[in-house]
């Protein structure tokens, strides 16, 4: 089952744009592989694999590159994918997916399965596609282990709920969470939510900062936006997560924090918190160093309770397991 911890994060494939952190061939300072994950898992079964992928996403998000934010699932088997009376899908941390993300994923298996038929998990695809959404969105590529089976059900709310930081944690807790998954350096914590700087989360999520009363540490003109956008306690409207640039991937999400302008606590306690105020600094003024513990993080972060080898299966349609 899917047990993911980033907010807005992502798994990408390799090598930095501006000034390159790592480049294609270069996994010497990334985490060891567990075992069944390969780099080069796919060689021989499906040598097309990244090419294939790669024709099929771009059209898509060079027409609209709004969708990189929404293609970028966490899940480490597919679960999530999954169609079904209580799938995660239904689960509230997951409602903001949008459908086209769903869409995109199904989209890409397909045009995979036509080279090469049930060898790529959808599990895989969700890494490499979130990759590669990435790196359109101005962000980093670098390597994904690949190997990944697909899971033959999906988590129960309480295990999506339960594996996902609250929105209105602070810091202690947040660690907790990702001390868990052996998360345990700040900077860990502040690199992964670095992952909102684009997608967006609805009022339910932050709504606790506007009512009964407001948030101090919101931002006096962003509070009022976010008023207009939720105007009462129980509105279903969505904002941007990053108010700076919502749909690119670079490290304007820590300018934000630093303007009071993080839009749930989870995100501005970061910098309200003198534990992780200096690295939310740090990254606001280096964004090559944030990408480059991003993709450290991140690597290990996709490795998280992976299906490997005769475990569950290789899915035809991602939605559904085969033979339903």
Same mark, same amino acid.
């Given at each position: ?6 907010? &807005? ?20 300072? +990334? ?20 090419? =294939? ?26 679960? $999530? ?14 409602? =903001? ?16 399965? &036509? ?9 895989? $695809? $969700? ?9 359109? &969105? ?16 999906? &988590? ?27 998360? =345990? ?78 839009? +749930? =606590? ?59």
């Amino acid at each position: 089952m899917d047990k993911y911890l980033t907010f &807005a994060a992502m798994f990408v494939f390799v090598a930095v744009i501006a000034g390159g952190v790592f480049c294609k061939d270069d996994t010497t300072d +990334l985490p060891p592989l567990v075992d069944g994950l390969s780099w080069t898992f796919y060689k021989n079964s499906c040598p097309s694999l990244e090419s =294939t992928l790669v024709e099929t996403l771009h059209p898509v998000l060079d027409k609209d590159i709004s969708q990189a934010g929404g293609t970028v699932l966490q899940g480490c088997d597919a679960s $999530i994918l999954l169609n079904g009376t209580g799938s995660e899908l239904e689960d509230v941390p997951n409602l =903001t997916i949008p459908d086209d993300a769903l869409e995109i994923i199904q989209l890409i298996k397909d045009a995979v399965e &036509a080279e090469c038929t049930r060898v790529v998990s959808c599990a895989d $695809i $969700i890494a490499l596609a979130a990759s590669c959404a990435v790196y359109m &969105a101005g962000g980093p590529e670098f390597p994904v282990p690949l190997g990944r089976r697909d899971s033959l059900t999906f &988590a129960n709310e309480s295990v999506t709920v339960g594996n996902l930081p609250n929105p209105t944690s602070n810091v202690s807790v947040l660690m907790a969470l990702f001390a868990e998954k052996g998360f =345990t350096d700040f900077a860990d914590l502040v690199a992964l939510s670095g992952g909102h700087t684009f997608g967006i989360s609805h009022c339910a999520s932050f709504v606790e900062r506007l009512y009964p009363t407001q948030d101090p540490t919101l931002n006096a003109s962003l509070a009022k936006e976010l008023y207009l956008t939720c105007s009462s306690v129980s509105t279903v409207n969505t904002t941007d997560l990053d108010i700076l640039t919502p749909i690119v991937f670079d490290n304007k999400y820590y300018a934000d924090l630093q303007n009071g302008d993080g839009i +749930l =606590t989870s995100d501005q306690s970061l910098y309200n918190d003198y534990r992780t105020r200096g690295i939310v600094e740090s990254f606001a003024k280096n964004q090559r160093s944030f990408f480059k513990r991003f993709v450290i993080d991140m690597v290990k972060m996709v490795q998280l309770d992976v299906l490997t080898g005769s475990e569950g299966e290789i899915r035809q349609i991602c939605s559904q397991v085969n033979n339903a």
